[in-house]
C-alpha cells in the first residue's frame, strides 16, 4: 500500500487571507514504511514574509525570491502524490493551501477524504494529552534534536516515524526497514544468493572402514558387543 507523508511551510495562516506556501515536502511509504522516495520544493510566494512566519520556518523573501513559483511545480508534485492518500498532521490547514494553489491554476482540488489526519488519530489515542508533533516524537522516543525550526521536509520525515507508532508501530509489516517496491525487499535487509553445490558422498571408502575396524577392535568390551 502506497501512502503519501506531506507537510508544508507557509506565510501564514489562511489561504484566503493572501498567504502562500513557501515549501512543499513528500515523503513516500509503501506498507507504512518510507522506501527513501521524497518530493522537496521551496517556493517564491510572489510576497512579503511575515516576520512571525519567518520566527517559524527561518525562510526569508530574499532567500525565496529565486525560487520557483508552485504553477512551475505543480505538475511534478501531482505526479508524484498520484492517487495515494495523503497523511498529513493536522490536515486541514495543508490541504487548504494546496487546494488554494491549485484553484488559482483552474486545476482540480484534492479531497479530503484522500487525507489521513496523525492530530485526529493522536487525540482518539491519548484524550487530553498534547498532539503537536514535539510531543509525539518525544512520547515515542523518536530523536528530533535536529528540529530546530520547522522545516517541510524534516516534519514530513518525522511525520513518518510518528505515523507508524500511531498505527501500532513495526507490526503491520514486520520489515526492519524500508520497502524496495521493485525486488519487494526489505531495505534493511541483505539480499544472499547461494550456489547450489552437489550432494557429498556419505559412505566410507575401503580404507576409511579398515582403519575404523582397526580403531574398534582396540576397544575393550564395547557396549555394542555385550550379550543382555
Known amino acids: 500500500m502506497r ?7 507557509t506565510t ?3 489561504p484566503l487571507s493572501g498567504h502562500r506556501m ?38 526569508s523573501a530574499d532567500f ?14 501531482l505526479a508524484f502524490i498520484g492517487d495515494s492518500p495523503l497523511v498529513i498532521h493536522n490536515a486541514e490547514f495543508d490541504m487548504r493551501f494546496i487546494n488554494a494553489e491549485l484553484a488559482r491554476l483552474g486545476q482540480a482540488t484534492l479531497p479530503m477524504s ?5 492530530v485526529a488519530m493522536a487525540r482518539k489515542r491519548f484524550p487530553g494529552a498534547q498532539a503537536n508533533l514535539d510531543a509525539l516524537c518525544r512520547r515515542f522516543e523518536i530523536d528530533n534534536g535536529h528540529r530546530t525550526k520547522h522545516g517541510a521536509l524534516l516534519d514530513a520525515e518525522l511525520l513518518a516515524e510518528v505515523y507508524l507508532q500511531l498505527i ?10 524500508g520497502v524496495n517496491k521493485t525486488t519487494g525487499q526489505a531495505s534493511g535487509t541483505a539480499r544472499v544468493d547461494r550456489v547450489a553445490r552437489p550432494a ?29
Open 114 to 118: 484522500r487525507s489521513i489526519d496523525t
Open 3 to 9: 501512502e503519501i507523508v506531506l507537510d508544508t511551510e
Open 168 to 177: 501500532g508501530g513495526r507490526q503491520p509489516g514486520l520489515e526492519l526497514g
Open 12 to 14: 501564514g495562516f489562511d
Open 64 to 77: 525565496l525570491a529565486d525560487k520557483p513559483l508552485f504553477a512551475e511545480v505543480a505538475a511534478d508534485f
Open 200 to 228: 557429498r558422498p556419505h559412505a566410507p571408502t575401503e580404507a576409511e572402514a579398515a582403519a575404523h575396524a582397526a580403531f574398534v577392535a582396540k576397544l575393550k568390551n564395547p557396549a555394542w558387543l555385550r550379550e543382555e
Open 22 to 59: 513557501v515549501e512543499m515536502g513528500c515523503v513516500e511509504l509503501f506498507n507504512h514504511l518510507p522506501t527513501g522516495e521524497v518530493f522537496h520544493r521551496y517556493l517564491n510566494p510572489e510576497r512579503d514574509m511575515p516576520e512571525e512566519a519567518f520566527k517559524v520556518h527561518g525562510l
